[in-house]
């Protein structure tokens, strides 16, 4: 019997039948509906989109082309492009647009100089290092509202606040903070990378944590000092990080308003105002809203281009060096 399964005649294949016809599929392949149902898995996310992403963008588009006072009972009049030509015009505008650039230069290197080094402290095998991680990241677990409050009313108050007294008993003439322009830019400056270097601190540790350790420690093996390990492997090797973290804070940088409209409300005057602020007293509390989309317009594409170059040249540089 064994040696049945071995002859010709059992061996020989069928010919002349036709395979099984295959069940629930189409002559030309596939399963019947099958290409359909991407297309009505992706339909909410297509919705989602043009609700909240697509249809506001075009709605602003136009509204920039009008003028459009909410206070006035005509409603929206086809103005063309005299919003824009206002805006040119406009210094307070280029003011504004000018402190979201010393934000955004000054801030941001800032905060991150001052991250990496709470991070590289953080990832070394401290006493209570679980403890300063928790201390270090109270301050983002505020809102931004909170922040300022408890820093430029409170602290950097020169009355009362205990920064104005301390600097008193230091023997240094009491300093009023927020008394000119560059002095509330400054204290800005500060508030704002108290509260904004937590998130910087977080994604720096992290990269920092997901390094391979075995490199460094043959590194040390072969007599590479704390400096030359920073220098020619922590650092290159944490750019792709750090690039993400500097991109993300720059575009929060252009976005401040909490803040500003907390601690100085963009005084003494304009000097300290950014243009997230100037749009918003311009469109909330003056009803100009024309004017204000204008600018809001303006002000994306001065952010789209300053990321965009940003990231075409820093990050061919990342690239080059990882």
Do not use: C, H
Not at 93 to 118: D, E, H, K, S, T
Not at 179 to 193: C, M, P, Y
Not at 203 to 219: D, I, K, R, T
Request: aromatic residues 12%.
């Amino acid at each position: 019997m064994a040696n049945d399964a071995l002859r010709p005649d059992t061996a020989r294949p069928l010919v002349g039948r036709s395979p099984a016809p295959r069940v629930g599929r189409r002559p030309g392949g596939g399963i019947p509906g099958q290409g359909r149902q991407p297309l009505v898995f992706l339909l909410p996310a297509v919705l989602v989109t043009l609700a909240v992403v697509i249809f506001p963008t075009l709605f602003g588009l136009y509204v920039s082309f009008t003028d459009w006072q909410l206070n006035d009972p005509g409603g929206r009049q086809f103005n063309g492009i005299e919003n824009f030509r206002r805006i040119f015009q406009d210094g307070r505008f280029w003011n504004a647009l000018r402190n979201n650039f010393v934000f955004v230069g000054l801030g941001v290197p800032l905060q991150y100089v001052l991250a990496l080094g709470l991070a590289l402290l953080l990832n070394q095998d401290i006493v209570g290092r679980r403890f300063f991680r928790v201390v270090f990241l109270l301050p983002f677990m505020m809102s931004p509202v909170a922040a300022g409050w408890m820093l430029g009313r409170s602290i950097f108050d020169a009355q009362r606040g205990p920064l104005a007294d301390l600097l008193t008993w230091l023997g240094v003439e009491r300093i009023v903070f927020f008394e000119t322009g560059r002095r509330a830019v400054a204290s800005l400056l500060v508030i704002d990378a108290w509260y904004s270097i937590p998130f910087m601190l977080v994604m720096l540790l992290a990269g920092l944590q997901a390094l391979p350790g075995e490199v460094f420690e043959a590194a040390k093996i072969d007599g590479a000092t704390g400096w030359q390990l920073f220098r020619d492997m922590t650092f290159p090797l944490l750019l792709p990080v750090s690039l993400t973290a500097v991109v993300l804070r720059a575009v929060f940088e252009f976005k401040v308003i909490d803040i500003i409209l907390v601690v100085t409300g963009g005084g003494p005057g304009d000097a300290s105002e950014t243009l997230t602020a100037y749009i918003y007293k311009r469109g909330v509390s003056g009803l100009d809203v024309g004017y204000a989309t204008a600018m809001s317009q303006i002000f994306l594409l001065v952010v789209i281009v300053t990321i965009t170059l940003l990231l075409a040249t820093v990050g061919r540089k990342v690239r080059e060096t990882v």
